[in-house]
């Protein structure tokens, strides 16, 4: 119980799953599934989960990367949902998991003197009121114009009225979940990533477990578990109705695009956060790029690869230019990203009636047959909640009784020792014979088990080399992500375990050579499997860069200067 996902080890990963019996079976390792595989297997009980296609592949790799209270949810009243997240937010950042959540400032415009600034400035008053006791993170400040223009020069100058600044915290969302599977792992978890659940085993009424397709061969084998959990997103209905279950609650989808773009295109030293008609626009600071979004529509299409629209792109970069002084056009943009929110409809039936912005993001459990739990909606920074709640849900009859839940005092793998590590980033560069700066970049990234991939560094010094020219990553992170990780695909590599997928502008394609040819050796794939690999992943790269290759559409002009509501 290492805390390794070996890609080299999942035969006997999907082995230990057919030996069975469990105790639970998690269905979908987004970060609700992983969170709830870490939340069960830390209370002593025998855990498998299985994926689909990667861990972090859904929904779970393509959000705002915000841990946040949500301060739109406090406007619509959902004062729970803001207090649990806040709350959460906190604890990441302070204790579980202090290398992947960081403090991050947002800067809100005001442009109505008198009436927007004691509205905003009360909102924020409840907002840093709402947080536990010890803040790890500052508290807001009201700034003049003077001050906000000091901050991000790139505001429009005419009618700013200051701003308020207040912080959030942010987080690679597709590198946590990993490191949340890992954490289960360490704990016994079984986890085993492009294995469907295709439908449940039954003994009567109960579930007893699901009839698992490993996706890489087509073969299908029983999984035995006492208790089935599905974690399963926007596919939830899916999985219920391939078994003829009928859930107390519906999925509605809503699509989320952002686009991401080089520092260089909005100059501003802090995150900005902007009123829209609908809802609201984040520039989000993430290392040498801006992620600017979000969109909120109805999606009904294709739930594994929704796709952004020039629509989705032009509608950003209009209400991007409300408020910037030199416009924003296509040519600024690096790449484009979609996901889906799993928002849950409030009641049976109601699905379809709300617009999906005043759709509530807190989470449904339901235990619609005896020995299955299924939980959808939420957020990911409630993630530890969701899985709290499931797996009580679940585990509320298991013979024997279950303790509760200790994820609450259970750091991630990598945050322990995490200021030693920090402090001793000069030493380890000198001893593993690295520049500083990537020992930093490592430790940045993976906090304490930056060591592990010092380690591969030392075995082989080639993977020191960066990956691609221009870019922080090493070619060790690549092996890493198969050897520690259980990358067992390119796209697995360049889309979520780096994400070169997202931050560069041929969507990582230059870089999947040399991804191959690392994987290649650890994998052992033959000239034909690499030739297979890099096409798939060449052909699911220009797939994401689709909507931005599209007819340009003239972005208008800025017009309109955004006001509170
Ligand atoms: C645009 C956007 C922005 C967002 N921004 C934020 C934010 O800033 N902060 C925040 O807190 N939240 C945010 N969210 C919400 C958050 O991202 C989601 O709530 C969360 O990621 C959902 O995780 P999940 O595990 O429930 O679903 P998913 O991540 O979709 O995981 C479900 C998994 O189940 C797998 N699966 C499906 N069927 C099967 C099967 N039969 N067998 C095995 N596996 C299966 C799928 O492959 C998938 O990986 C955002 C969401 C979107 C769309």
């Not at 498998?48 to 949810?73: N, P, W």
Request: aromatic content about 6%; glycine content about 8%.
């Amino acid at each position: 119980m290492t805390g390794v996902l070996d890609a080299r080890s999942r035969d006997a990963s999907l082995q230990a799953l057919a030996a069975g019996p469990l105790d639970v079976l998690v269905i979908g390792g987004g970060i609700t599934g992983a969170g709830a595989a870490l939340d069960a297997a830390s209370r002593g009980l025998r855990v498998g989960l299985v994926e689909s296609r990667d861990l972090a592949a859904g929904t779970s790799s393509r959000s705002s990367k915000l841990i946040h209270g949500g301060l739109r949810y406090l406007e619509q009243g959902d004062f729970k949902l803001v207090r649990e997240a806040l709350r959460e937010r906190d604890l990441l950042v302070s204790r579980l998991a202090p290398h992947l959540v960081r403090p991050v400032p947002f800067l809100y415009p005001l442009y109505k003197k008198v009436v927007e600034r004691p509205y905003i400035g009360a909102g924020l008053v409840l907002y840093d009121a709402m947080e536990g006791v010890k803040r790890p993170v500052p508290h807001h400040r009201h700034l003049t114009t003077r001050g906000a223009l000091r901050r991000a020069p790139a505001l429009r100058a005419d009618r700013l009225a200051g701003a308020m600044v207040y912080y959030d915290a942010q987080v690679d969302d597709a590198r946590y979940t990993v490191t949340v599977a890992r954490t289960a792992a360490r704990f016994g978890a079984v986890v085993v990533t492009r294995a469907s659940a295709t439908s449940l085993l039954r003994d009567g009424s109960r579930v007893t477990g699901a009839v698992v397709q490993d996706e890489e061969t087509g073969r299908s084998f029983d999984v035995h578990a006492s208790r089935v959990i599905v974690c399963a997103g926007v596919w939830s209905d899916l999985v219920h109705s391939a078994s003829g279950v009928r859930a107390g609650y519906q999925v509605r989808m809503s699509k989320g695009v952002h686009l991401v773009m080089p520092r260089s295109a909005i100059d501003a030293d802090t995150g900005m956060i902007v009123r829209t008609s609908k809802s609201v626009l984040f520039f989000i600071p993430w290392e040498t790029r801006w992620i600017v979004g979000t969109t909120d529509t109805d999606w009904t299409g294709d739930r594994s690869e929704p796709a952004a629209t020039p629509e989705d792109v032009d509608y950003i970069l209009g209400q991007a230019n409300r408020v910037l002084a030199k416009p924003l056009t296509r040519a600024d943009v690096l790449a484009v990203y979609a996901g889906l929110r799993p928002l849950v409809a409030e009641a049976e039936g109601a699905a379809g009636e709300k617009p999906t912005t005043k759709l509530s993001r807190e989470h449904v459990v339901d235990t619609p047959l005896p020995g299955l739990a299924s939980i959808a909606g939420g957020k990911f920074t409630t993630y530890r909640l969701m899985a709290r709640d499931v797996v009580d849900a679940a585990v509320a009859d298991l013979p024997g009784g279950v303790p509760a839940s200790v994820t609450g005092q259970l750091p991630l793998l990598g945050a322990d020792g995490l200021p030693a590590v920090r402090a001793s980033a000069g030493r380890l560069a000198a001893h593993y014979g690295v520049p500083v700066e990537k020992a930093a970049h490592l430790i940045a990234r993976y906090g304490s088990l930056a060591i592990e991939v010092l380690d591969l560094i030392r075995g082989e010094k080639l993977l020191a080399q960066p990956l691609l020219d221009g870019h922080p990553y090493l070619r060790a992170e690549v092996a890493y992500a198969v050897t520690h990780e259980g990358a067992l695909h390119v796209e697995d590599v360049l889309a979520r375990r780096v994400r070169l997928l997202i931050e560069s502008s041929d969507a990582g394609a230059s870089a999947a050579p040399e991804v191959v040819a690392i994987m290649a050796g650890l994998l052992g794939w033959n000239r034909r499997r690499r030739a297979t690999e890099l096409r798939r992943y060449l052909e699911f790269a220009a797939a994401n860069a689709a909507a931005l290759s599209a007819p340009a559409v003239m972005t208008e002009a800025p017009t309109e200067i955004p006001v509170p509501a």
